[in-house]
């Protein structure tokens, strides 16, 4: 088992006095168009120097979290996986360029490329979440603004913020690489190697959502809890919504240097997401699982009012993720409002709408709403109307897929994967009848990531 050696402990602490450097849809998919094997070079070297501080802030807050959280086994394991993963990409062995080479990457290009300019996400508003929450409190979790009015992870520079100065990302980032005709074989085989590795470290990081739940029982359990802490459930916000951003660089990388060119895809974003496709499968995979689960024949009916030529820059996964959740919910609502074996439903109807600023998509159910004052629970982690239930040591799904409801984790990660790219999920209940839901997404896609 990994352990975390002193000298590691420096290099982490060392490492998380750097500010986090956020990039918006709109750079990543400047980024990665047409790519060559150097502009997957200069991708390599950023995610090398950016990475590590990633995990490093998150090793070093999983080592200080309040009410003796950090004791709790399963928080250590995952400690140490992001320990293990940081300690490999420090340690990852440089590349040796021809003098030529190491020169053409270093010289500024004849026609410099500045990269659009990114807007802080509007999430940082909610200051980490402590607007989301009953009762404000101080503490672990709330993230202040620093007295300049700028972010810490505002341009990648962390002026202001107590934290080092980082070059600007443009220098960092983004390479027009067109000027270099022929790269050498060094370079390719230094990225597929590079690739190889952050493969693994996304493999070992892909039960950490579960792992970290299980953390979490363990310490309610160790002390007769039934609710967990505010300052805990504002860690477990900022904890998410990092690895969100960490494991969505991950795979984008991955992506461009393993799959074939494809014309409406950069990496794992679609440029030209097609809303009504996307919701339609979350339509026939949740009602899928609704039927299975209550062993229907046939599950309520979803209704879909959407333009079905309606296309933004988005990553499928997500918008997938956050739709199928959220129709799990209205489907379960319903199916036990109403009895599995009643002979008819009333349809749960989706609205999806294109504004100046958003698309909105609404879900309308009437599966008889949650009461006012449960409200402000439905966005805990943890929160479930399900009977208790441990978690399965040997899980390994990397988000919860459990089948009609998992362990309360559905809509404060759905909200989190919305606000990643500077959208929102709001909820609307009228108990007694119904809830609406609005999943707000952002289609201008220049928001920063909301880096806690």
């Known amino acids: ?208 959502v579960t792992t970290v739940a299980q953390g979490v029982l363990e310490w309610k359990r160790s002390r007769n809890a039934r609710n967990i802490n505010l300052d805990v459930q504002h860690w477990l916000d900022r904890f998410y919504m990092s690895r969100i951003g960490i494991r969505f660089l991950i795979g984008q990388h991955i992506a461009l240097n393993t799959l074939q060119p494809h014309p409406d895809y950069v990496g794992i974003i679609c440029t030209r997401a097609n809303v009504h496709d996307i919701v339609q499968e979350a339509i026939e995979n949740a009602r899928f699982v609704c039927e299975e689960h209550y062993s229907m024949f046939k599950g309520p009916p979803v209704q879909l009012i959407c333009p079905k030529e309606l296309h933004f820059a988005y990553v499928p996964g997500h918008l997938s993720h956050i739709c199928f959740e959220l129709l799990k919910n209205s489907l379960r609502a319903v199916v036990e409002r109403f009895g599995p074996d009643a002979e008819a439903f009333p349809p749960i109807k989706v609205i999806v709408v294109e504004g100046k600023e958003d698309i909105t998509i609404k879900i309308s159910d009437e599966g008889g709403g949650i009461a006012r004052s449960a409200i402000p629970l439905i966005w805990t982690y943890m929160y479930t109307t399900m009977e208790a239930q441990n978690i399965d040591q040997d899980f390994t799904d990397s988000d919860f897929k459990a089948p009609m409801a998992g362990f309360g984790y559905g809509l404060p990660l759905s909200r989190l994967y919305a606000r990643y790219f500077g959208g929102d999920l709001r909820l609307i209940s009228m108990d007694g009848f119904g809830t609406d839901v609005y999943i707000h997404l952002n289609r201008l896609s220049s928001s920063r990531e909301p880096l806690p």
């Open 1 to 208: 088992m990994f352990r975390i050696s002193s000298s590691l402990w420096e290099r982490i602490h060392h490492y998380a006095s750097f500010p986090q450097t956020g990039v918006s849809l709109q750079q990543m998919v400047l980024f990665g168009q047409n790519p060559s094997q150097g502009t997957l070079l200069r991708g390599s070297q950023f995610l090398l120097e950016e990475l590590p501080v990633r995990l490093a802030h998150r090793v070093k807050e999983l080592d200080q979290l309040p009410h003796n959280l950090s004791d709790m086994p399963s928080i250590n394991k995952v400690k140490n996986w992001y320990a293990q993963s940081f300690d490999e990409l420090i340690h990852f062995p440089p590349i040796r360029l021809p003098a030529d080479i190491r020169a053409a990457l270093l010289a500024p290009p004849a026609d410099p490329v500045s990269l659009p300019e990114s807007y802080p996400n509007p999430s940082l508003h909610y200051q980490y979440y402590s607007d989301d929450y009953p009762t404000p409190q101080t503490g672990l979790g709330i993230v202040s603004t620093p007295k300049n009015g700028k972010s810490a992870n505002g341009g990648g520079n962390g002026n202001g913020s107590g934290q080092k100065m980082r070059i600007p990302m443009e220098r960092r980032y983004y390479a027009n690489m067109s000027h270099v005709k022929e790269w050498p074989p060094e370079v390719r085989e230094y990225n597929r190697s590079f690739t190889k590795t952050l493969e693994s470290i996304k493999k070992r990081h892909d039960p950490t």
